[in-house]
């Protein structure tokens, strides 16, 4: 049974928002583009009681939903570490203007 949610608190701060046209185009865009992935995909996890209450607590600290907290700290996460991985395994940039590739000495 799904438990009724408290509903949020909003004050209204201005009778009317300017946004800047481009970035509610990219927002509009970005998020039916989200809308499209949560209609084609789910993806399951079990975890532990205490492991779901951690992420529940700081989900709560960040005022967001579990589940979107989730989602955005497992996506940064992942961009994070595919950063890293591809500036590690990037190939290095040979020398300009020696002619010779450095080879590795042996020890």
């Known amino acids: 049974m799904a438990r009724a949610r408290k509903p949020l ?4 701060v201005a009778e009317r ?3 800047d046209a481009e970035v509610s ?3 509009s865009r970005l998020e039916a583009e989200a ?3 949560l209609a084609a995909r789910s993806v399951t996890l079990r975890w532990g009681r205490g492991q779901i209450a951690v992420v529940k607590r700081a989900a709560a600290i960040l005022g967001v939903p579990y589940q979107t907290y989730l989602k955005q700290v497992v996506f940064r996460q992942a961009v994070s570490d595919i950063e890293h991985a591809e500036a590690v395994l ?3 940039p040979h020398a ?3 002619g010779r590739r450095s080879r590795p000495r042996a020890s």
């Not at 608190?9 to 209204?12: L, W």
């Open 25 to 27: 185009e990219l927002v």
């Open 17 to 19: 928002v300017e946004e």
């Open 35 to 37: 809308d499209r992935e």
């Open 9 to 12: 608190d909003i004050k209204v």
């Open 90 to 92: 990037a190939p290095e």
């Open 96 to 98: 300009r203007g020696s």
